[in-house]
């Protein structure tokens, strides 16, 4: 079982929480800085896992994770996931994003944390692995933004030039800035299969 | 309209979505609460607004505010809102931020249930995977209890992706609500062989995760799996099979065998280091569960140490980690094969990485002997040395100390080396493991007697140097070690060289800046070296040097009576008033040291740590009674004031208590040794009863300290290092080796056959190594009687621990899952429960009442079903034959499921609750008393009428509903442990329940049409129809009809129409014409089933009817849609117009004497059944109720819609039944009298 996926970037902000396990807001952000702070005081050459924190889990659970650019994707699970197999989890997580928001970086997951948890939705479900396969994924995801865009329809046309609009003027939309370093570099890793 | 809504949109577009309001918080850096706080505020007002989607906006700005750790929950009202609505952008909001916000405790889920059963069916497959996965995050037990259903029928749904969802999230039902595990179970097993590999890898999922829990009750399992195991190629699939054989092996040796081969093939052939890595995990599992030894088992494990080395040499270190962690795993068991690699162990021990660097610490705990305990101690002292950061540096401290102490310091040659490795670590700042440490310094100085004289002397040197170690006073700190230090000395003072000087280092003022509770044990302790002072000194003339001991402590003691802590102040002032004492006597020059040193003689025994717990509590002992009268509120109260003053006064007066003389503690210590001998609750400390190996004279029993003199029991030179040791230690082997070797050579020349192998294999063995010290490990004292069992329970609060259930066992009744119905026909109430009855829309029902009720309809459900199977064959030819009604229920899961209770056939009096609410089957709760269900389509089914006993209350189905929502409210506050929507709420007692015998089940639901358009689309639709006459105005009849979609298309557009008859008409919407059908208000996506209601009105109800019917419907599939349509008819038979009422005996004989009815009788000849059958039979198919029995006979009494009573006299002997009957309707009386008759002449 997966008992909870944080991503946060590399000043330990919350990109994207999603506990399978309740915990009241504020125990929430404390397994968060206490994450954070495991996983970033780690080196860049040293194995994807570790023992947790007080916090999270306990004897049975690891977290696990993996560091994009300025990006951590961080899964807590128990002894019943294959280690390797959530690694290619992460792995299959980030380059649906890539799909699904094209080149994606950091910013997409600030201003669409909603999109992010709808994708996640399709891959984990319940704290259990849904479906690893990322054509799939998509496709799903892909149909349920298109029901979602049909729905909108005439009604939704007004707000969606606004915010348009809105985000011309702004100088921090996110294709506007130099994305270079932030934009996630889906490494290409050695196969799960 | 349209303009309504492009005017709604462009309000709403200046409002801040969700991009607005992140760029405003980071536009706000420095004051982000401030601007959040606004925002919020913005977000209360939004969701006052009655616009849907400003309401969406808004929560999905709470959920983005949620993850940043504001508290949402008080909007949780508003997220229920929008996940109801019907659109599927802002139902995924609010399922979103229910996702991440509801809990357990929040009130409002109990609100969602219906919307989330609506989401469930619903024809798009995304609202139902919304709602499932919304649901798989905050599913409680009663939304699990209440949906489970629901969520089964899901399972068989014809979208893999529905289906897997919702495999998966039966996995979350399962742990909240455990009683659906048997029910569901075999359609999950069924999914493991799922064409869709999502939805078998999801059901694999979901049983590794019960099987992980509980194992045993999965190893049936294991032939299917082995199948799958070897015919999958997903990877996912695969190694959670393979992990689930990990967690199986263990259980049953045989399967291991057979997993050997395979596995070992897929090692060799994969190429997917997961898959590779849980393979050698499991063989390892395999091989840890068969007894070892066998031959060609040790080829596996060189292959899986094989293929671990490759993993840890491998430059990733994600594989190197994995390695060392499953290297561990076979270390348990076979450590010679790890032993191999330690080069490669000690190696990680280098590693930069601290994952990799525990991992192999790890390891080395089970790779230590005798022969290299002290090197690989050595090193890991180099690694302390050179750890930065406190973390890894304590864990390395720990892992020292328990790879040394070890089973009973099993591998420790030479306790000397060990203590000067303690002694070692205390120079580690800032450590939090002093208390470790010291515990072990104590335990080894204790249960080891030949080594207290070298501790004491290390402990002396300790407490010399202690300013060293007092830098960190904090808690559990290293200064925890003087603790043990102080003890030691004092304890074991006998082996101090200078005792003087320790003394004197005890009483230091910098002292008092150590933690309370180490002050104390100093105060303490130097008492006790005063008293080796005084008894060193005993005999000599000079006594000066105990005089300079007594003024030392005079002078020194005060500042500890000072001490603002209690424990401390309390010993010194005790041991200055006695030290003050000896002094006068000693200038009295009074020999004091025999009685001083009697004051701490005797030894302490260590104690087992658990011995305290393993005394048994004796006969008759109960620790909860009170011993004295439990003292009142008011009076402890009362006595509060005083305690305060009373409390003062010891304190006062307590230095003037210590001057006892000499021989009243020697006394007093007596009695009190005498009284904890005769106490069998104390653990002794004392040698003198119990054991006898503490008796100084059974020394014996102990193996004896033989002190080896090759090791100097000093090292010259201040501080010992333990590397001395090791050096030592390495001399003294050659040396014993070379001894032995001169005699064995000996020994061959004598006896030719030598001593064996083992001494040719190796260059040094672990038998040869002799310890240093022939070390008397003390073993830890228990109580005499202990309790032998200590297995740790397991946690109750598991939640798994609930899911320890049997699979295999058959589906008893009582274990079907709770499905949504109508409550079910009742058939005839006692006149006890009427009083109930009364307020039975407001009251739970008694359980046991309802439980009988329950029983009773089950039993009748199944009779009726039976005899309407077969009425239909004989009398309706073109309806469908009996195997159709079968096959057609079976598609039907509420029907299916009472289809396998007959089956199962195992009814027990007790167990029969459930079925009822199977049987009462998938329509909607019906409401209280009032309404009445009637299973009908057949022609002379019964209708089922009841009346309500109170005409006040509403008469409208509308009103019901209300009514039975505020029901269904009230029952889950209860959390009735069932789901009772099937109308547990009247509880009517039978009087034919009484008998112990299980009754047969009988259902209420028949088949009225189906249909299969073979020739076009195997569409086919299915109707099952229950008929309620809702008669409060005497001529209302309600049909509740089920449709259920057989086919792979969509249903839409269903219309219902009747053709009225003069008598019976379907009641029309207002303005709509006498022909024209009536739409029925929903639309079936395959395999999905649902329910309508239509009213009647009926004029005469003296005469059965029958109405021709059609329902017409159109079939859509991707690219086509047809018209179809279904013929049925709809009959209404008389008995179906009488409701069951309960009557008075009084009452009763009061009608008959009346007179105003006319009577008539029938003799059924040949009835085969018991008469409690009987009896039910006629409740349940006839809506009788049992006035009164005196065994073979009854009274029965049932009342029509319109008021007609219904008296029976029911007889029986041998096979034949008579019934006499009275009623003031001679026509109806006939026609019902028939109706019995042919429902007995069916069975």
Not at chain 2, 1084 to 1106: C, D, H, W, Y
Request: contains cysteine; charged residues 30%; aromatic residues 6%.
């Amino acid at each position: 079982m997966i008992k909870a996926i944080l991503i946060f970037n590399n000043h330990g902000k919350p990109r994207l929480s999603k506990f399978y396990e309740h915990y009241n807001e504020d125990t929430e952000q404390q397994i968060i800085r206490e994450t954070f702070h495991l996983v970033s005081k780690r080196d860049e050459n040293v194995c994807n896992f570790l023992e947790g924190g007080m916090l999270i889990g306990g004897s049975d659970y690891k977290l696990i994770y993996r560091h994009y650019a300025t990006l951590y994707f961080v899964f807590c699970v128990d002894s019943s996931e294959s280690e390797l197999g959530i690694l290619d989890l992460i792995q299959v997580f980030v380059e649906t994003l890539d799909k699904c928001f094209e080149n994606v970086c950091e910013l997409d997951l600030i201003f669409h944390v909603d999109k992010v948890h709808h994708i996640l939705a399709e891959m984990v479900m319940g704290g259990m692995v849904l479906e690893t396969n990322m054509n799939e994924i998509i496709t799903q995801v892909d149909a349920q933004n298109k029901m979602e865009k049909s729905e909108a329809g005439i009604a939704g046309a007004p707000a969606r030039a606004v915010s348009a609009v809105k985000n011309m003027n702004l100088p921090e939309m996110p294709r506007n800035i130099n994305i270079g370093d932030i934009s996630i570099k889906v490494p290409n890793l050695p196969s799960f299969k | 309209m349209a303009l309504k809504i492009v005017k709604g949109s462009i309000d709403r577009m200046f409002d801040k979505n969700l991009q607005d309001l992140v760029r405003g918080i980071r536009n706000h850096k420095e004051d982000e609460a401030k601007y959040i706080s606004t925002c919020i505020d913005e977000i209360k007002q939004e969701l006052k607004q009655d616009n849907i989607a400003v309401k969406a906006n808004a929560v999905c700005k709470l959920t983005y505010l949620q993850m940043l750790g504001y508290d949402v929950s008080w909007a949780a009202f508003n997220i229920v809102e929008v996940m109801s609505s019907s659109k599927f952008t802002y139902k995924r909001i609010g399922y979103l931020a229910a996702s991440q916000c509801f809990h357990e405790s929040t009130d409002v889920i109990m609100l969602t249930t219906n919307q989330i059963r609506k989401d469930l069916s619903s024809p798009n497959q995304y609202d139902t995977g919304v709602a499932l996965t919304g649901l798989s995050c905050f599913v409680t037990p009663d939304l699990a209890r209440d949906l489970a259903n629901d969520i089964m029928t899901l399972m068989s749904h014809t979208k893999p992706y529905i289906r897997k969802k919702a495999v998966l999230i039966m996995y979350k039902v399962f742990l909240k609500y455990p009683e659906s595990l048997r029910p569901a179970f075999p359609r999950l097993k069924e999914k493991l062989e799922d064409p869709d590999p999502g939805v078998q890898s999801a059901a694999v999922n979901v049983i590794c995760e019960l099987a992980r829990r509980n194992p045993k009750n999965y190893l049936s399992l294991a032939p299917l799996f082995f199948k799958l195991m070897t015919s999958s190629t997903n990877n996912w699939v695969l190694i959670k099979i393979i992990k689930l054989f990990g967690a199986l092996t263990p259980l049953e040796p045989r399967l291991g065998k057979k997993l050997i081969e395979p596995l070992t093939n897929l090692i060799h052939s994969t190429s997917a280091m997961s898959l590779l890595y849980e393979c050698v995990n499991t063989v390892i599992a395999v091989l840890i569960s068969l007894s070892s030894g066998m031959p060609n088992h040790s080829a596996s494990i060189q292959l899986c140490v094989q293929k671990l080395r490759i993993l840890i040499e491998d430059s990733d270190q994600n594989l190197k980690y994995l390695g060392l962690l499953a290297m561990s795993k076979i270390l348990k068991t076979h450590p010679k094969s790890v032993q191999s690699h330690k080069d490669l162990i000690l190696q990680c021990l280098d590693d930069k990485d601290e994952s990799i660097r525990l991992r192999a610490l790890d390891l080395l705990y089970g790779m230590v002997s005798k022969k290299n305990l002290m090197e690989i101690v050595k090193k890991l002292m180099l690694h302390v040395d050179k750890a930065e950061g406190t973390t890894y540096r304590d864990e390395l401290l720990t892992k020292i100390i328990d790879i040394c102490s070890q089973s009973n310091y099993q591998y420790i040659t030479n306790f000397e080396w060990y203590i000067s490795i303690l002694v070692e670590l205390t120079r580690l700042e800032g450590t939090r493991h002093g208390h470790l440490i010291a515990s072990q310094m104590l335990d080894v100085a204790i249960r080891v007697k030949a080594i207290r004289a070298f501790a004491v002397a290390q402990m002396a040197t300790l407490l010399d140097n202690a300013h060293l170690l007092t830098g960190n006073t904090q808690r559990n700190g290293i200064c925890e070690v003087l603790y043990a230090a102080a003890w030691i000395c004092g304890e074991f003072s006998e082996h101090l060289e200078n005792p003087m000087q320790t003394l004197e280092a005890m009483l230091r003022p910098k002292v008092a800046t150590l933690p309370g509770h180490i002050q104390a044990v100093y105060v303490q302790n130097s008492a006790k070296l005063f008293a080796t002072v005084l008894k060193s000194q005993e005999g000599d003339t000079d006594s000066t040097t105990t005089q300079e001991a007594s003024q030392l402590m005079i002078d020194r003691l005060p500042l500890f009576v000072q001490s603002a802590n209690l424990e401390v102040q309390e010993r010194a002032s005790c041991i200055l008033q006695l030290v003050k004492y000896i002094q006068k006597l000693q200038q009295k020059d009074v020999e004091v040291a025999e009685e001083v040193c009697a004051l701490f003689a005797g030894e302490l025994n260590p104690v087992a740590p658990k011995a305290q717990k393993k005394v048994p509590v004796p006969e008759g002992l109960d620790l909860d009674a009170w011993i004295n009268e439990p003292p009142s509120e008011s009076e402890s109260e009362d006595e509060q004031p005083k305690a305060i003053f009373t409390k003062e006064e010891p304190k006062h007066s307590r230095p003037r208590h210590t001057e006892v003389d000499e021989k009243e503690l020697a006394r007093r210590r007596e009695a009190r040794k005498q009284e904890q001998a005769n106490n069998p609750f104390y653990i002794k400390a004392s040698p003198s009863s119990q054991k006898v190996y503490q008796d100084t004279s059974g020394v014996e029993h102990i193996p004896v300290v033989q002190i080896d003199l090759s090791v100097p029991l000093k090292v010259p030179g201040g501080l010992p290092m333990s590397d001395q040791y090791v050096k030592l230690e390495e001399e003294r082997r050659q040396k014993v080796r070379a001894e032995k070797k001169k005699k064995e050579k000996k020994k061959r020349k004598e006896k030719r056959s030598g001593r064996g192998r083992k001494h040719d294999s190796g260059p040094e063995s672990e038998e040869d190594i002799a310890p240093a010290h022939m070390v008397d490990i003390v073993t830890e004292e228990m109580p005499e009687n202990a309790l032998p069992s200590d297995d740790d329970e397991r946690d109750p609060s598991d939640p798994h621990k609930a899911l320890d259930i049997d699979l295999d066992k058959p589906l008893a009744d009582n274990e079907k899952l709770p499905v949504r119905s109508h409550r079910a026909v009742e058939a005839q109430k006692s006149p006890v429960e009427d009083g109930e009855r009364e307020n039975a829309a407001s009251q739970e029902p008694k359980k046991k009442s309802s439980k009988d009720k329950k029983e009773k309809k089950k039993d009748k459900d199944r009779d009726r079903k039976k005899s309407k199977e077969e009425k239909k064959k004989k009398k309706h030819k073109h309806e469908e034959k009996e195997e159709d009604l079968l096959g057609g229920q079976m598609e039907e899961p509420v029907v299916q499921s009472e289809e396998t209770s007959e089956v199962a056939a195992l009814p027990t009096s007790s167990s029969a609750e459930e079925v009822a609410t199977v049987a009462a089957a998938e329509a909607a709760p019906a409401p209280g008393a009032p309404s009445v269900t009637a299973p009908d389509s057949e022609p002379d089914e019964p209708k089922d009428t009841e009346m309500e006993p109170k005409s006040s209350k509403h008469k409208k189905k509308k009103q019901k509903k209300e009514k039975e929502d505020k029901e269904k409210k009230k029952k889950k506050h209860h959390h009735h442990h069932r789901h009772s929507d099937a109308g547990g709420e009247e509880s009517v007692q039978n009087g034919t329940v009484e008998e112990e015998e299980p009754l047969p089940p009988m259902s209420n639901y028949c088949l009225l049409a189906e249909n299969s358009y073979i020739k076009m689309m195997k569409e086919d639709a299915d109707e099952v129809c229950d008929i309620q006459g809702n008669l409060q105005d005497g001529s209302q009849v309600v049909v509740s009809v089920i449709f259920e979609n057989k086919c792979e298309s969509f249903l839409k557009s269903m219309e219902f129409n009747v053709l009225d008859s003069l008598n019976s008409k379907l009641q029309r919407p207002e303005g709509s014409g006498p022909h024209d059908g009536l739409v029925v208000p929903f639309q079936l996506p395959p395999g999905v089933s649902n329910e309508a209601r239509f009213v009647f009105t009926v004029q005469s109800i003296v005469m059965p009817q029958k109405l021709k019917g059609t329902l017409t419907f159109i079939v859509k599939n991707e690219d086509s849609s047809t018209h179809e349509k279904l013929d049925f008819k709809l009959h209404f038979t008389c008995t179906s117009y009488l409701i069951t009422t309960p009557c008075y005996s009084d009452a009763f004989a009061k009608l008959l004497e009346s007179g105003d009815l006319k009577s008539s009788s029938i003799r059924l000849e040949g009835v085969n059944m018991p008469f409690h059958h009987l009896l039910a039979r006629i409740c349940f198919h006839h809506h009788f109720s049992v006035v009164e029995r005196i065994d073979s006979c009854a009274s029965m009494y049932s009342r029509s819609i319109q008021g007609h009573h219904v008296c029976l006299l029911v007889k029986t002997s041998a096979q034949t039944v008579s019934i006499d009957a009275k009623c003031d309707e001679p026509t109806l009386l006939g026609n019902v009298l028939d109706e019995i008759k042919q429902t007995f002449s069916q069975c």
